[in-house]
């Protein structure tokens, strides 16, 4: 008796664990997985800005984007900020133009106006 129960708790342990595993999975995939979608150079070389996807894309939601704008030679300056596109669960499109102070990013998509951010340059004084 208490052998079968044993392996009862056993195997009823075993399985809760093998879906909180799962479950952890999906949530890490679809919430916090980053993965690159665009990385540039300025045209100096002296600023790098990579653009990740976070999370997956789920038909009908809005992809958000993290976009990181740092120096190469330098490790102190870095930006960073979160935005979405919202474009019926597809990826949107993404625009850079490389200006000489700074950098203009533009996010679209079929559900949203244009959405335009320009990252500035540190002054070099």
């Known amino acids: 008796m208490k052998k079968n129960l044993f392996r009862g708790l056993i195997i009823l342990e075993t ?3 093998l879906a909180s595993i799962t479950l952890l999975f999906f949530v890490y995939m679809f919430r916090w997985h980053r993965s690159p979608r665009l990385e540039e150079t300025s045209p100096d070389g002296a600023y790098q800005l990579e653009i990740l996807n976070v999370g997956s894309t789920v038909p009908f939601t809005p992809q958000k984007i993290e976009v990181v704008l740092f120096q190469i030679q330098s490790r102190f300056y870095r930006t960073e900020f979160r935005t979405q596109i919202v474009d019926d669960g597809g990826p ?29 340059f540190p002054s070099a004084e």
């Open 92 to 120: 949107g499109q993404i625009e850079t133009l490389w200006l000489d102070d700074s950098v203009r990013l533009t996010f679209s998509g079929q559900e949203q106006s244009p959405s335009v951010y320009i990252l500035p």
């Open 15 to 17: 399985l809760a664990l």
